[in-house]
């Protein structure tokens, strides 16, 4: 399989790429590590007409601490968080997402940015992010502007950032949770999470329980109401709906939210409180 | 603002070094980076197994990590080294891996052996271990064998570490 006849052009950097944003809007799609991009390409499941290569902006690739948050550029590779002593002191949690991802080879290439322009309703880390209450920096040749990590995307594939913008950093808050788990669960091996669980203090956030990644409310409203970790878990999926597909039907998915959300409960015990 | 001004091209130069050989050509922007390897290089080690970035026998070492060829265009290789399983052994003597493979017989069929090889190359270069069973396993979950059950799959590149802890 190979991808329909397409146009491509590398930036050089992030003001020729916020130019071009500005000036030819989405008919250009911005392509990062590729990792789903070109498989949806392949598969003839996404059509482009032409491809503007972000993969050499160096200058969108690092993880930096910045006093009140940590930094990490929207180009930064999966597999950089699994090793940056930065991630590690401040960020664990952002490690241990990306280590769900895909394999090896695939975190070589995947970045940040990709994953949250990507929108997956079951993407690892973007569900971190929301749970540990990061901000995404969205830019255009007019500025910069943040929208809340759980606000960036507005259904599956599907975000706020404009055609003229592009994903340039997130920035998680310092400093972090005192107690924080992550729990996935994914059949076979290399297939997206049915269902993943983010836990930070009182945030509790879920992937694959609907058309966004989304903060579970009604148990992070049990745990301040006292209520412990089982009676708060009971509530994972309130207003969720999970879709109902090959892989699993809404009821299992529903389920799982409930066990994964009691087991990272468990994970942070004794009982998180916001 | 015209049509034809729009940025970008359908054809494009990629120039690459394979193996320590500089290369250069044009190819169709579309055209991913296992088939600038398999048909225009000639470099056929490297493996189509299930075109879904599923399988990792497409493995090749991009600037020296491991990446899945047959989900990167050619063009995302452009002014990088590229490493085929064809580069790795130096004239007659077997690359360390290659070794290892051979010693263990971790290699039936042999599809998915170069991506596999290129991948422990890149594991046993990020990782200095000591590496675990465990380590290994998960290291090696993007690369799908269907004949060895990976047992000595595993114990080659155990073996691998083994070694190099013992200096």
């Avoid at chain 1, 916020?18 to 991009?37: N, T, V």
Wanted: charged share 20%.
């Amino acid at each position: 399989m190979i991808p329909a006849s397409v146009r491509y052009h590398r930036a050089a950097d992030l003001a020729e790429a916020l130019e071009l944003r500005r000036a030819y809007g989405d008919l250009l799609r911005p392509l990062a590590g590729g990792q789903s991009l070109l498989p949806a390409l392949k598969l003839r499941r996404d059509r482009v007409d032409t491809l503007l290569d972000l993969g050499r902006i160096g200058e969108l690739s690092y993880v930096a601490h910045r006093g009140d948050h940590l930094a990490v550029g929207a180009l930064t590779r999966y597999q950089r968080l699994l090793t940056d002593p930065l991630v590690d002191r401040y960020a664990p949690m952002l490690a241990t997402a990306a280590a769900a991802v895909g394999d090896p080879q695939v975190r070589h290439a995947g970045t940040v940015g990709g994953a949250l322009a990507q929108a997956d309703p079951a993407a690892d880390l973007p569900l971190a992010l929301v749970a540990l209450d990061a901000a995404v920096v969205l830019a255009s040749t007019a500025g910069t502007r943040e929208v809340p990590a759980a606000e960036l995307a507005v259904g599956p594939g599907a975000t706020l950032c404009r055609p003229d913008e592009l994903v340039t950093e997130v920035r998680v808050p310092l400093p972090g949770p005192a107690r924080w788990s992550y729990r996935t669960f994914a059949r076979p091996a290399l297939e997206w999470s049915l269902v993943a669980v983010a836990v930070a203090d009182g945030r509790v956030a879920l992937a694959g329980m609907g058309p966004t990644i989304r903060r579970a409310r009604g148990v992070e409203a049990a745990l301040a109401d006292g209520a412990g970790a089982a009676a708060a878990a009971a509530r994972a999926d309130e207003d969720c709906d999970p879709v109902d597909d090959v892989r699993a039907s809404a009821a299992y998915r529903r389920h799982l939210s409930r066990v994964l959300v009691a087991r990272a409960l468990a994970d942070c015990s004794p009982e998180v409180r916001p | 603002m015209t049509v034809d001004a729009r940025p970008g091209t359908e054809a494009v130069t990629v120039t690459t070094t394979v193996n320590g050989r500089a290369d250069s050509r044009q190819v169709p922007a579309r055209t991913l980076l296992v088939h600038l390897l398999r048909e225009e290089l000639g470099l056929t080690a490297t493996t189509v197994g299930c075109d879904t970035s599923s399988c990792g026998a497409c493995t090749v070492l991009l600037d020296g990590r491991s990446v899945k060829s047959c989900t990167l265009l050619a063009a995302q290789a452009d002014g990088a080294d590229v490493r085929t399983a064809e580069g790795l052994a130096d004239g007659d003597r077997l690359h360390p891996v290659q070794e290892a493979f051979r010693e263990h017989h971790a290699l039936q069929c042999g599809f998915c052996t170069p991506g596999m090889v290129l991948a422990v190359v890149s594991l046993l270069d990020e990782n200095p271990g000591p590496l675990t069973e465990h380590d290994v396993r998960r290291a090696l979950v993007g690369n799908l064998c269907r004949c060895t059950g990976y047992h000595n799959i595993v114990r080659a590149v155990l073996a691998l570490d083994a070694a190099r802890q013992a200096g």
